[in-house]
């Protein structure tokens, strides 16, 4: 009897973890604070998962996670000459948990969602000032 509360426990356990950096590591969105390297104002055009967004830097955007590098273009202005930045993601790493304890299930689920993958938190564009 206690053999079979034990696994059942066990089995509900493993199940709570399955999906795990979809869960826990914030799900299929994520926040991501752009700014300039001079820290001023520059139109930009950001291209993600999410699609492509015209925005002004700096500024902060959820953003789908997912297997396509971050673009950012910077519009050529008056006082800024124009330039490109990218970043690919990262595994999140509360990924390789879920391979631990959640198996092919939990993995198979952050792989779908997008929840594998996370873009740096905090990104410094480059951008050159005429």
């Given at each position: ?60 955007l959820m953003l789908q ?7 950012v273009n910077i519009k ?55």
């Open positions: 009897m206690k053999r079979k509360v034990f696994l059942v426990a066990l089995s509900v356990i493993a199940l709570g973890f399955s999906g795990c950096a979809t869960l826990v590591g914030g799900g299929g969105v994520q926040s991501v604070s752009l700014q300039t390297s001079d820290s001023k104002q520059a139109e930009a055009t950001v291209m993600s998962t999410s699609g492509t967004q015209i925005v002004t830097l700096p500024t902060t996670r997912g297997n396509i590098p971050l673009t050529e202005t008056t006082t800024t000459d124009a330039s490109s930045y990218s970043r690919k993601p990262k595994i999140n790493p509360w990924f390789f948990g879920n391979i631990i304890t959640g198996g092919l299930v939990g993995s198979t689920t952050d792989a779908v969602t997008g929840s594998m993958w996370a873009y740096d938190q905090n990104m410094i564009v480059p951008v050159t000032r005429k």
